[in-house]
């Protein structure tokens, strides 16, 4: 028998939860109120104001959240939408849940984000909508973006699953489109365990965004159960039961107080970081664009010139070193899923999901393991 691993592993990731998060959970339980309702609502109006939309609507995941968005947007079979397909797969998936067709395009090589030149490499009279993600919370050039989809007539859509937080032009992410998806999952910078929002602008889309997320029916089920008269509901349309439950909102509620002091602190980490990496040639670590600021939900390194090759056995050398570290961004278009699917070249998503390593970045991460984990990699850089 082998003796069990003792090495202390560092994560590559760990949710920043507390006291705080677990007693507003058992207050929502011992409210009696589990399902969506009012903790819900509250979450929705929080965060909605925290990144300056008009409404939020809460859903079970960013995965739902973007599909209910291309629902609204009446995309459908017959139409295109751009992906970048640098991302999580579930991006490119929610076109194909709609039955229209996602089109990839590449993205540039300092920010992992589609630009308005490689979308419209890719652009036909089919395109109707645009999603674009902010990359391990970079994120994307919004004005940019915003203006082409203005000039093109095609909807933008913001996958900010990892962008809580971020900004572009002195703004938060996620009000520079129509329309932005978010992710509460335990890998992003504030979690509810899984969970997502949608944030909007327009009343009319929040209001059938609502009833999308509740099986299409004309009033919630928390407004029924505080009517004193019987409501008698009606599903106006074919629905889907991606609902939060008020467990998840009330840690959500807490999360999103700390949004800022987790931002903070991981852009302190990061500079941290830079510093340390400063003198390996050949790493190169994410870092802000000119025009905002990135919560480092996620810090990669691009491997290049000597070093262009050996990010997998630097992936190995971290994890015998007790660091656990990751592939980079994965490429949809790699995928089984999405085998046979044309595409055009994608030479830059190609190198940067095949030539980077995201290193671990917490509140728990010391300095101490900070510079172990660099040291790992500098004597990699020079064996
Ligand atoms: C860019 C991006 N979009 C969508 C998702 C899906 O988020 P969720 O797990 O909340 O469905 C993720 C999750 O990793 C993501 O990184």
């Not at 509250?42 to 990144?51: G, P």
Request: with cysteine; aromatic share 6%.
């Amino acid at each position: 028998m082998t003796a069990p691993d003792t090495r202390p592993r560092i994560p590559v990731m760990l949710p920043m939860l507390g006291e705080a998060e677990a007693q507003a959970a058992a207050e929502a339980v011992r409210s009696g109120w589990v399902a969506q309702g009012p903790r819900v609502a509250q979450f929705e109006r929080e965060f909605a104001a925290a990144v300056g939309a008009a409404h939020g609507v809460a859903v079970s995941s960013c995965t739902t959240a973007l599909h209910l968005a291309l629902v609204v947007l009446e995309i459908g079979p017959g139409d295109e939408v751009i992906v970048p397909s640098l991302s999580f797969i579930a991006t490119a998936n929610a076109v194909r849940y709609v039955g229209a067709t996602p089109v990839f395009a590449d993205v540039e090589l300092s920010t992992g984000n589609l630009t308005a030149e490689t979308i419209d490499a890719v652009r036909t009279p089919r395109t109707r909508a645009v999603i674009a993600v902010h990359q391990g919370g970079v994120p994307a050039d919004l004005t940019a973006l915003r203006k082409a989809a203005e000039d093109w007539d095609v909807a933008l859509v913001e996958d900010a699953a990892c962008a809580a937080g971020s900004t572009a032009y002195g703004r938060s992410v996620g009000t520079g489109a129509l329309i932005a998806a978010w992710s509460f999952h335990p890998r992003k910078v504030i979690t509810t365990g899984e969970g997502g929002m949608i944030t909007v602008d327009r009343e009319d889309w929040a209001v059938r965004l609502r009833r999308l997320r509740e099986h299409g029916m004309n009033v919630s089920a928390a407004e029924r159960h505080a009517s004193a008269q019987p409501v008698l509901e009606a599903y106006l349309e074919t629905g889907f039961n991606y609902r939060m439950t008020d467990i998840q909102a009330a840690i959500g509620l807490v999360q999103l107080g700390r949004l800022d002091t987790i931002v903070a602190h991981r852009r302190a980490m990061a500079v941290r970081y830079h510093d340390l990496l400063a003198d390996i040639e050949g790493l190169v670590p994410v870092r802000d664009p000119v025009y905002g600021q990135t919560n480092f939900q996620s810090f990669w390194v691009l491997f290049t010139g000597a070093l262009e090759g050996r990010r997998d056995e630097a992936l190995a050398t971290l994890a015998a070193a007790g660091v656990s570290a990751r592939r980079g961004i994965m490429a949809a278009h790699l995928e089984p899923a999405y085998d046979g699917v044309e595409s055009a070249p994608l030479p830059v998503t190609e190198r940067l999901t095949r030539h980077s390593l995201i290193l671990p970045l917490h509140h728990a991460l010391t300095e101490h393991d900070q510079e172990h984990v660099v040291a790992v990699l500098r004597e990699l850089a020079t064996s």
